[in-house]
């Protein structure tokens, strides 16, 4: 049963659309992260969070910004969406940065900007 | 800089193992893992192994650690059409920050 979860599952939306993607987890995990998954299926890391106020910027350059102003809540917002957004979005936390548990991910947002 | 390789195709039949190879540039991973997506979903922890172990068994997955040449392999015994997915290899990149990922193996199983 997941425990982290992300609404909406597909999204298409028109250019200039501002949107926001949802992500909560009921684990109590403090760090929290955001994935974009290309069409080849390779994974980015776009975004991180230690904690309520902290935000940090992934390997991926990213358009998107994030809020952590709740442990369990770490939404994604794309002010002005653009073609060249559409991809994959994987939110995941975990509690330890190196620890044995890994990553829970949740099942993903499919969004298209048409 | 990190780099996670893999192969990115394997076809098997069902019944026969399934061997996937994956190689990482970060030597000091405490923790190597491999993950599996199925079609429209997220990703699902599978295994993990431990740097200071060479094998890790658990039911019908073995994973094996060759430190010193940093490859890192998951054989799946039995293979069956459930296991049809993508499987990724990950480490810690070496910020401690994140997991990094292979671009992942296809395995097609067919009956």
């Known amino acids: 049963e997941a425990d982290i979860y992300q609404t909406p599952r597909y999204l298409v939306i028109g250019t200039g659309k501002k949107i926001t993607l949802e992500c909560s987890q009921t684990?109590?995990?403090?760090?929290m992260y955001w994935y974009q998954q290309d069409p080849g299926m390779e994974l980015h890391l776009i975004h991180y969070?230690?904690?309520?106020?902290?935000?940090e910027k992934g390997d991926l350059s990213s358009e998107s910004t994030v809020s952590r102003i709740r442990t369990e809540h770490f939404p994604l917002t794309l002010e002005s969406a653009r073609p060249s957004h559409t991809s994959q979005y994987l939110c995941?936390?975990?509690?330890?940065?190196?620890?044995?548990?890994?990553?829970?991910f949740g099942s993903g947002t499919r969004l298209t900007v048409v | 800089g990190e780099d996670v390789e893999q192969s990115l195709f394997l076809s098997v039949r069902e019944g026969d193992s399934s061997v996937i190879n994956c190689t990482y540039t970060?030597?000091?991973?405490?923790?190597l893992y491999w993950y599996k997506q199925e079609p429209g979903a997220g990703l699902q922890l599978l295994t993990y192994?431990?740097?200071?172990?060479d094998m890790k068994q658990d039911q019908r997955l073995t994973v094996l650690l060759n430190k010193k040449d940093k490859h890192l392999s998951l054989r799946i015994a039995d293979t069956q059409t459930g296991d049809s997915a993508i499987y990724f290899c990950a480490e810690i990149n070496q910020a401690g920050t994140a997991l990094i990922f292979g671009k992942g193996t296809t395995l097609s199983v067919s009956s």
């Open positions: 970060d030597s000091s991973s405490t923790y």
């Open positions: 969070s230690y904690g309520v106020n902290s935000t």
């Open positions: 684990m109590g995990h403090d760090k």
């Open positions: 995941a936390s975990s509690e330890f940065d190196r620890g044995v548990d890994g990553y829970t």
């Open positions: 192994i431990f740097s200071n172990m």
